[in-house]
């Protein structure tokens, strides 16, 4: 499979890619990847069928909220990438998430990769490494000139599902620097993409 691994931008047309890999259960607990896009009040109110509504309208209206990973013709793994004023909950004054600049948060060409889903089978394999090169990929493409994170630095195991936001060892292993500490094992880091 490692070899046979492709990126592609989720588009509307990818939707049913989408709908497949996230399941019936909308991916980890009928979350849909709204998490960081909706404030909890409003998300937590919301039926598992409105938060895909959400998420399969922001994918239609683009630009592209991430990319998908296929096995063959087989979608098999997510990542969240794009710019930070997209993922709204990603700049909250209260989250270790926060930009350190507050004009960072509605720059268009800095970036966010904000979570990561696998398919379960799929997990602890070292997946995770390929779709962070592939998100970086698909920032650069996009004229990023810079990508930031707020990781994970351990967890029990490998397959839990915390793991959505991201190992600190990925970003570590791609380059990622870390520019600030707000919480113990929650660094906020950050890949220059450009000068």
């Not at 793991?163 to 380059?175: K, N, V």
Request: glycine share 8%.
């Amino acid at each position: 499979m490692d070899n046979d691994l492709r990126f592609e931008p989720v588009t509307s047309e990818r939707w049913s890619d989408f709908e497949t890999l996230f399941g019936p259960s909308g991916a980890f607990y009928n979350c849909w990847c709204v998490a960081l896009r909706l404030p909890p009040a409003v998300r937590t109110e919301m039926a598992a069928d409105e938060r895909k509504a959400h998420i399969r309208d922001r994918i239609k209206a683009g630009p592209p909220p991430g990319i998908l990973c296929y096995a063959g013709d087989e979608p098999v793994a997510w990542v969240q990438v794009g710019p930070r004023h997209d993922v709204p909950q990603f700049n909250s004054p209260r989250t270790v998430s926060r930009p350190l600049e507050e004009g960072d948060a509605n720059d268009p060409s800095i970036w966010a990769v904000s979570c990561f889903f696998l398919l379960p089978r799929l997990r602890g394999k070292g997946l995770s490494h390929r779709l962070l090169s592939g998100a970086i990929d698909h920032a650069r493409r996009q004229g990023a000139r810079r990508l930031e994170a707020c990781p994970i630095d351990h967890v029990k195991q490998s397959k839990s599902v915390t793991l959505c936001i991201g190992s600190t060892a990925i970003f570590d292993a791609a380059g990622f620097e870390t520019i600030a500490s707000r919480k113990d094992g929650r660094p906020l880091m950050r890949l220059e993409l450009r000068d």
